[in-house]
């Protein structure tokens, strides 16, 4: 029963009394007299009966969202593993939340970048992301240790959804304090990618800045994404006068580099690139002039911008544009 139902049920207790009283002093000689006193036994009863009920109703409550909370926890851990739950409250829940095995599915996973202010900030963020993420009901949500995990059910054939309601609750909740940083997968098919999903989520994160903020895999290149797993050894092949340029330019307020990957994006036009940046084309020729001389690269040639972009991509943590 709904808090709402259970506070209907007491309002018509008490307007059943009422009547009972109005009926039985209608008729009665004297009745008018009673008539108070009656009502302020029936005031008491109800407040009484209310105060009594509404405990046991709270208490019910909690046991059973305690419980609840036990099943979801179980079933994500089950999920995580890749294993389907077995008859009882985790598949129920699975139920609940849409996740049947061939169900499509994504995975939120948001961590706080700043001490909570309380207990419950966590769990208040967890019910903006599943709203934001769409139908509550069809997801399941999960506060893990010291992070949210959000395994959402997803139609059929219905594509990675757009990650703007998820940057907007980020955005509200930064305003009330809460600052976390939020990865969300790719969609993938049944149960057995669920594990994949939520790596992928974690994987995300390491592409956001110290304060936070919103990465999508979904909204990233193949290009980007590699060179966010790139290793050591990957660095280590970068020459040493291309990483001390990007180092260099980097730490002069990247000029160059901009122009660079706003030279790539305007798919090596300079003339677009210059009135994407804002310069005189002259400039601009100027400016790329200097990166070749500075890098040993011809800008010309594809496989060298390519290893241009995996320097900047790695030491600065932009993104190329491919």
């Not at 202010?117 to 069809?138: E, I, N, T």
């Not at 594509?159 to 703007?164: K, L, Q, V």
């Amino acid at each position: 029963m709904s808090l709402a139902d259970f506070m209907h049920a007491i309002r018509i207790t008490h307007r059943v009394m009422w009547g009972a009283i109005a009926k039985w002093t209608a008729g009665r000689s004297g009745g008018h007299d009673v008539a108070p006193a009656a009502a302020g036994l029936v005031l008491e009863f109800v407040n009484r009966a209310s105060t009594m009920a509404a405990q046991v109703y709270l208490d019910t409550e909690q046991v059973l969202a305690l419980e609840g909370d036990r099943a979801r926890r179980d079933l994500l851990e089950d999920l995580l593993a890749g294993h389907e739950p077995g008859p009882g409250p985790r598949l129920a829940a699975a139920r609940e939340a849409g996740l049947a095995p061939d169900a499509q599915r994504q995975v939120l996973v948001a961590v706080p970048v700043t001490a909570m202010a309380d207990q419950y900030a966590l769990r208040s963020a967890v019910s903006a992301l599943a709203r934001a993420l769409g139908d509550p009901v069809r997801s399941l949500a999960v506060v893990r240790q010291d992070e949210i995990v959000i395994v959402r059910s997803l139609p059929t054939a219905g594509g990675d959804p757009p990650s703007g309601p998820v940057r907007a609750a980020w955005r509200t909740l930064a305003e009330q304090g809460i600052r976390l940083a939020i990865g969300i997968s790719t969609t993938h098919d049944t149960t057995a990618g669920t594990p994949k999903a939520y790596r992928e989520a974690t994987a995300a994160l390491g592409t956001l800045p110290k304060p936070g903020g919103v990465a999508a895999l979904a909204e990233l290149t193949a290009f980007e994404y590699l060179t966010l797993h790139a290793d050591d050894t990957v660095a280590r092949l970068i020459p040493t006068r291309v990483r001390t340029f990007v180092t260099e330019d980097l730490h002069a307020g990247a000029t160059l580099t901009e122009t660079v990957l706003c030279y790539v994006r305007t798919d090596l036009n300079v003339k677009a690139a210059a009135q994407a940046l804002g310069i005189h084309v002259n400039t601009a020729h100027h400016r790329l002039a200097r990166v070749e001389e500075r890098t040993g690269y011809d800008l010309r040639r594809l496989a060298q911008v390519q290893e241009l972009l995996i320097a900047i991509s790695l030491l600065g943590g932009f993104s190329a544009g491919l």
